[in-house]
């Protein structure tokens, strides 16, 4: 049976959008009903006492803020086959996995059918504003997207990522076609259970469609980088390919080899073309367009910690524009880019105030020791300000209530009476020793310093991560870069310093003039390094195009330690303070 497509009405998703943004206290409100009278007999709303109260103020009085770690024991007895209704009133039948890089390990998290729909509300939304911008016609998509590994959990629930859940379903797949256009990689490549081979035939796939590609996305600015960054590697072998009309031996999956064999033909007049334009092109700059003429946009998750790749993903996109997907995890939704023209540095993210119900934590910052403290008193959607900062809290459909999703975001605008919100970072601090406080805001900034003066050798930081190192007395930051080449001695002392510098927490500064904190120590591991990193996730159940890079590798994270600990090529200690 052939599947449906969806078709959108764009002015009418604006309207709705429109509609729901105006009053969205009053949404908010109703969206907080629905969610306690569906969920109302749930083993945890009963416990604490909710006895059928579904108005703000009741469920703010009654209901505690939580973090993950509060719900685990919750979460783990529906994972092992507990099928009453304990954060839900209707049992949870399927588990997401997060990415795992932020705690080391994927976490679970409920999914429901109520999720999915919030889902496909968020990727209608952006797209209707996405597509007044950036219209596009009935061609193609190069989507670097990929199954992750599913789990069984004790109790027979299947548990995959997020993206798998959504990109599994029937209704989602329709819409899919509708607002990214066709996927020029058959689903076999999609779901393939190797995903390196997978990526190869996403590349030939879009070569062998290339007049035809609309746009190029994925769902993290990584997967798209390490996409061409492979292709750098392989191109000639992908024109031998449709040279020969013969898949390559690489590709050694069943599947895989047989939906190939229905899309792969002998075509030397495309492989001397796409030869030709890649011997023409200088250190690959303008790869994307070079290689897709017809291709309007570059689009996915590119904020947060996704910004350190944008400079190479701009290398790689020439003058094409590059639109920031949507704000969400894989505990649910938050808000869609409404204003995609904005560049990825600039982009903000409008809240749905009918996708779930939001609060923000005030976060505020102690001018004389530059500590940030949180006021524990949440805001409501429409009482945050302008310019503030806030973490956020979120209840969902899907079981989650007053849960601290760890995200800090600014408030940089309202659309009617819902906030724009610009991703910040993480709250929770990464690099602390005495009484410094660096976030992966800090530590970003402080690498994107340094590296400008590998730029001036015309070399480049691959990725990055980093290390508090306690083991010697004092303490002291270790920061692990991989590059694109060979420098001096003296340019990667000069980056150490630099390092050291850039770090301008009063805290930190204070406590390196007094050695309360050893010099930063610059460790330049080999390539490849953070390529093993990424194998080692996908072991776990992440997805390529939903793995970030862990920016603080801590001492419970032992084996992405020992990964980094085994490649070490070269080290350097501070001498910025002496």
Same mark, same amino acid.
């Given at each position: 049976?052939?599947?449906?497509?969806?078709?959108?009405?764009?002015?009418? =998703?604006?309207?709705?959008?429109?509609?729901?943004?105006?009053?969205?206290?009053?949404?908010?409100?109703?969206?907080?009903?629905?969610?306690?009278?569906?969920?109302?007999?749930?083993?945890?709303?009963?416990?604490?006492?909710?006895?059928?109260?579904?108005?703000?103020?009741?469920?703010?009085?009654?209901?505690?803020?939580?973090?993950?770690?509060?719900?685990?024991?919750?979460?783990?007895?529906?994972?092992?086959?507990?099928?009453?209704?304990?954060?839900?009133?209707?049992?949870?039948?399927?588990?997401?996995?997060?990415?795992?890089?932020?705690?080391?390990?994927?976490?679970? =998290?409920?999914?429901?059918?109520?999720?999915?729909?919030?889902?496909?509300?968020?990727?209608?939304?952006?797209?209707?504003?996405?597509?007044?911008?950036?219209?596009?016609?009935?061609?193609?998509?190069?989507?670097?997207?990929?199954?992750?590994?599913?789990?069984?959990?004790?109790?027979?629930?299947?548990?995959?990522?997020?993206?798998?859940?959504?990109?599994?379903?029937?209704?989602?797949?329709?819409?899919?076609?509708?607002?990214?256009?066709?996927?020029?990689?058959?689903?076999?490549?999609?779901?393939?259970?190797?995903?390196?081979?997978?990526?190869?035939?996403?590349?030939?796939?879009?070569?062998?469609?290339?007049?035809?590609?609309? !746009?190029?996305?994925?769902?993290?600015?990584?997967?798209?980088?390490?996409?061409?960054?492979?292709?750098?590697?392989?191109?000639?072998?992908?024109?031998?390919?449709?040279?020969?009309?013969?898949?390559?031996?690489?590709?050694?999956?069943?599947?895989?080899?047989?939906?190939?064999?229905?899309?792969?033909?002998?075509?030397?007049?495309?492989?001397?073309?796409?030869?030709?334009?890649?011997?023409?092109?200088?250190?690959?700059?303008?790869?994307?367009?070079?290689?897709?003429?017809? /291709?309007?946009?570059?689009?996915?998750?590119?904020?947060?910690?996704?910004?350190?790749?944008?400079?190479?993903?701009?290398?790689?996109?020439?003058?094409?524009?590059?639109?920031?997907?949507?704000?969400?995890?894989?505990?649910?939704?938050?808000?869609?880019?409404?204003?995609?023209?904005?560049?990825?540095?600039?982009?903000?993210?409008?809240?749905?105030?009918?996708?779930?119900?939001?609060?923000? !934590?005030?976060?505020?910052?102690?001018?004389?020791?530059?500590?940030?403290?949180?006021?524990?008193?949440?805001?409501?959607?429409?009482?945050?300000?302008?310019?503030?900062?806030?973490?956020?809290?979120?209840?969902?459909?899907?079981?989650?209530?007053?849960?601290?999703?760890?995200?800090?975001?600014?408030?940089?605008?309202?659309?009617?009476?819902?906030?724009?919100?610009?991703?910040?970072?993480?709250?929770?601090?990464?690099?602390?020793?005495?009484?410094?406080?660096?976030?992966?805001?800090?530590?970003?900034?402080?690498?994107?310093?340094?590296?400008?003066?590998? /730029?001036?050798?015309?070399?480049?930081?691959?990725?990055?991560?980093?290390?508090?190192?306690?083991?010697?007395?004092?303490?002291?930051?270790?920061?692990?870069?991989?590059?694109?080449?060979?420098?001096?001695?003296?340019?990667?002392?000069?980056?150490?310093?630099?390092?050291?510098?850039?770090?301008?927490?009063?805290?930190?500064?204070?406590?390196?003039?007094?050695?309360?904190?050893?010099?930063?120590?610059?460790?330049?591991?080999?390539?490849g390094t953070f390529h093993k990193i990424l194998d080692h996730y996908v072991t776990l159940g992440s997805?390529?195009?939903?793995?970030?890079?862990?920016?603080?590798?801590?001492?419970?994270?032992? =084996?992405?330690?020992?990964?980094?600990?085994?490649?070490?090529?070269?080290?350097?200690?501070?001498?910025?303070?002496?």
């Amino acid at each position: 049976m052939l599947e449906k497509t969806e078709t959108i009405d764009v002015d009418q =998703v604006i309207a709705e959008f429109e509609t729901v943004t105006k009053d969205a206290e009053k949404i908010q409100r109703e969206t907080l009903k629905k969610i306690l009278e569906e969920n109302g007999s749930a083993e945890y709303l009963q416990n604490l006492g909710l006895n059928g109260r579904t108005d703000p103020e009741s469920f703010k009085a009654c209901v505690p803020l939580v973090s993950h770690s509060d719900l685990e024991p919750y979460i783990r007895r529906i994972a092992d086959g507990d099928t009453s209704h304990i954060l839900t009133g209707k049992a949870i039948t399927t588990m997401s996995l997060s990415s795992g890089t932020s705690q080391g390990k994927p976490k679970f =998290v409920p999914f429901n059918d109520e999720l999915m729909q919030t889902s496909m509300q968020i990727y209608r939304t952006s797209f209707a504003f996405r597509n007044k911008e950036f219209p596009i016609g009935n061609g193609k998509a190069l989507q670097f997207i990929y199954s992750s590994r599913q789990f069984i959990t004790k109790g027979g629930l299947n548990a995959v990522t997020a993206t798998t859940n959504i990109y599994r379903n029937l209704q989602f797949k329709s819409l899919m076609k509708a607002i990214l256009s066709r996927c020029c990689s058959p689903d076999e490549v999609i779901f393939g259970p190797d995903y390196q081979q997978s990526l190869y035939c996403h590349l030939l796939c879009g070569l062998i469609s290339c007049e035809e590609i609309q !746009l190029v996305f994925s769902t993290f600015a990584h997967s798209i980088v390490h996409a061409f960054r492979t292709f750098e590697l392989v191109w000639e072998e992908l024109c031998a390919d449709i040279q020969e009309g013969v898949l390559s031996s690489r590709v050694t999956v069943p599947s895989i080899r047989a939906a190939m064999s229905e899309i792969l033909k002998p075509n030397p007049e495309l492989a001397d073309s796409i030869h030709k334009r890649c011997s023409g092109l200088s250190n690959w700059y303008g790869l994307i367009p070079t290689l897709f003429p017809n /291709a309007k946009y570059v689009y996915g998750i590119l904020t947060g910690s996704m910004e350190p790749y944008l400079k190479k993903l701009r290398h790689y996109a020439g003058e094409l524009h590059l639109i920031s997907a949507d704000y969400g995890s894989s505990e649910g939704w938050i808000g869609a880019n409404v204003n995609p023209s904005l560049p990825p540095e600039l982009a903000t993210y409008a809240v749905l105030p009918n996708i779930g119900y939001f609060e923000f !934590l005030p976060l505020k910052q102690n001018v004389e020791d530059q500590v940030l403290y949180l006021e524990r008193k949440p805001l409501g959607l429409t009482e945050v300000k302008v310019g503030e900062e806030y973490e956020i809290i979120v209840t969902t459909f899907a079981g989650l209530y007053r849960y601290q999703l760890g995200d800090v975001v600014k408030v940089m605008g309202f659309h009617n009476s819902t906030p724009e919100l610009k991703f910040i970072c993480r709250s929770n601090l990464l690099l602390t020793i005495n009484i410094d406080k660096n976030t992966e805001t800090d530590l970003q900034l402080s690498v994107e310093t340094a590296a400008k003066l590998l /730029a001036e050798e015309k070399l480049e930081v691959v990725d990055f991560t980093s290390h508090v190192d306690v083991s010697t007395d004092p303490g002291h930051y270790v920061i692990f870069w991989e590059i694109s080449g060979d420098a001096s001695a003296e340019i990667l002392q000069e980056c150490c310093n630099c390092l050291d510098r850039s770090f301008i927490d009063a805290g930190y500064v204070s406590s390196r003039k007094v050695n309360a904190i050893g010099p930063l120590e610059l460790r330049i591991v080999q390539r490849g390094t953070f390529h093993k990193i990424l194998d080692h996730y996908v072991t776990l159940g992440s997805a390529l195009n939903q793995f970030k890079t862990p920016r603080c590798v801590g001492t419970a994270n032992n =084996v992405v330690l020992q990964i980094l600990a085994n490649n070490v090529a070269k080290n350097f200690f501070s001498t910025a303070f002496g």
